[in-house]
Structure formats: structure tokens, C-alpha cells
């Protein structure tokens, strides 16, 4: 049977204190890592100390990556630079990112291929805007 996994995104959310109050008691709650994975993506600035702090019952991801694994994009990491601190996981194509910063299916597929090639696991979303949901039109966005 394939383990089920609890994520939380975390967003542009949290001072660093809160941060880590919360991925202490996260931690405390991690009892049975055979049955469940839980997954956090805490916001970009802490994902290195929490990735290095991290004993394991906790999965630590990124929120996003670029497509690239070098050059001048200011503000941006890769999968590669993700791999080196740690990290396993990136999330890619979230409606904020493709609605607000124009990630294209395009886009989210060649960040894929960077993960895979970095050895960082993928997690892509797949969805509606509010509108295409409110609409009924959600399933024809995602088909």
C-alpha cells in the first residue's frame, strides 16, 4: 500500500521564530513515518536551516524552482542548488505561480526535468483558478 502524505505550504507566511516553533511541534506529532509522510515547504529564506536541522521524520520542500540550474535570474534557485542543501522535494506549477509570475505548463514541465535531473522530487499541481471552479469549468481544466 502506498504511503499517504500531509503537506503543508507555508507560504510567505511566518517569522522565523514561528517557523521553527512550528516545525518543533510538527516534529513532536511524527510518530509512525511507515504509514504517513508529512511534508512542510516553509518559505524560501529558512528552507536550509530547517533542511539541515532536520532529523528525517520530516520532509522539507521547496516552494518553487527555476527551470535553469544556473545564470542571472535574480531572486531564483534551482533544483541543483536544492539538492545541495538538503532538499528533496520542490512544489511546481501552483496556480499562484502560473496566475501571478506566468508559469506556463511549458515552464512547470522543464522545471520537472530539472528536479528529475537533480534527483528532487516534483510534486506538480495540477488545477483551477477560483473563477474556473465557481464557473463549473474545473473539470475541463484539468482533463
Given at each position: ?28 506529532l ?6 504517513v ?22 520532509i ?13 535570474f ?36 522543464s522545471?520537472?526535468?530539472?528536479c ?28
Open positions: 500500500m502506498r504511503k499517504k502524505i500531509v503537506a503543508g505550504n507555508w507560504k510567505m507566511n511566518l517569522t522565523f521564530d514561528e517557523a521553527r516553533q512550528l516545525y518543533h511541534a510538527l516534529n513532536k511524527v510518530y509512525d513515518t511507515k504509514v509522510d508529512l511534508l512542510i515547504a516553509p518559505p524560501a529564506i529558512y528552507i536550509s536551516q530547517f533542511a539541515f536541522a532536520n532529523t528525517g521524520e520530516i522539507i520542500a521547496a516552494q518553487n524552482c527555476h527551470q535553469e540550474e544556473n545564470g542571472a535574480t531572486g531564483e534557485w534551482s533544483a541543483r542548488m536544492l539538492a545541495t542543501v538538503r532538499v528533496d522535494h520542490c512544489i511546481i506549477g501552483h496556480s499562484e505561480r502560473r496566475a501571478m509570475f506566468g508559469d506556463t505548463n511549458e515552464i512547470v514541465a522545471k520537472a526535468v530539472s528529475f535531473a537533480n534527483d528532487v522530487i516534483p510534486i506538480v499541481c495540477c488545477g483551477e483558478t477560483l473563477e474556473e471552479r465557481e464557473s463549473g469549468s474545473h473539470f475541463d481544466v484539468i482533463t
